[in-house]
């Protein structure tokens, strides 16, 4: 039982280049969500998904676009990169109130 | 709208003492949660505690209690009997709907 697992766990991107995300986990939850860290911050979010099929904006999704074809997987898009979106990226898994968290990808735009 | 609020940036604690972290919070929902979160310096998210707002007994796990004050709309962490491995980031956290809203930390340095 893998949890939630995040690829890749670095990346640097220059200005402009795209990048998609990824994101898996294995225990069947419903509730996924895609959240941001920025220095000395807690966590934003950016997107999440109630179910295959089922997505929503939260507090910061501009620039960044996802999908859930599958319970398994939510991929978090970045189109046109920006130095603003230098961050640490986590995605969740919830199983009722509990959210279960993958090991993040740190994430620089220059 | 949401908002968390930990007025908090640096906490220090003698090992094995008690500690509470402050934790403010704004929402016009009835129905709500209220979440603390650890993060040690590798990063990982680590769930602690978790208080519904209907919840009407302060939630407790192990060393960690949650002091609850719906009136207040306050949700402070309580950590008793400090241990060396509790110095971390502590976020709290509100979940509205499907959505949730962070603090912006306390960081907590245990003492030997």
């Known amino acids: 039982n893998a949890g939630v697992t995040q690829t890749p766990k670095f990346r640097i991107l220059k200005i402009g280049q795209s990048m998609t995300l990824q994101c898996t986990q294995d225990m069947n939850h419903n509730y996924m969500y895609w959240y941001r860290q920025d220095p000395g911050m807690g966590l934003k979010l950016i997107y999440y998904s109630v179910g295959a099929g089922i997505t929503d904006k939260g507090e910061v999704p501009n620039g960044y676009n996802v999908s859930r074809s599958t319970t398994e997987d939510f991929p978090l898009r970045l189109e046109l990169a920006a130095p603003s979106q230098t961050s640490v990226y986590f995605c969740?898994?919830?199983?009722?109130?509990?959210?279960?968290f993958g090991p993040g990808t740190r994430l620089t735009v220059t | 709208a949401q908002k968390i609020t930990q007025t908090q940036p640096g906490m220090f604690v003698q090992e094995k003492e008690a500690v509470t972290l402050d934790c403010t919070y704004d929402?016009?929902?009835?129905?709500?949660?209220l979440f603390w979160y650890k993060q040690p310096s590798s990063g990982e998210m680590i769930f602690l505690i978790y208080q519904g707002s209907y919840d009407e007994q302060n939630a407790t796990e192990g060393r960690y209690s949650l002091n609850f004050q719906k009136a207040r709309k306050s949700a402070n962490l309580v950590i008793s009997a400090s241990q060396l491995g509790d110095s971390a980031m502590y976020f709290c956290a509100m979940r509205g709907g499907n959505q949730f809203y962070f603090g912006t930390g306390t960081s907590l340095t245990v003492i030997p």
């Open positions: 969740a898994s919830r199983h009722r109130h509990e959210q279960y």
């Open positions: 929402t016009s929902d009835q129905s709500y949660g």
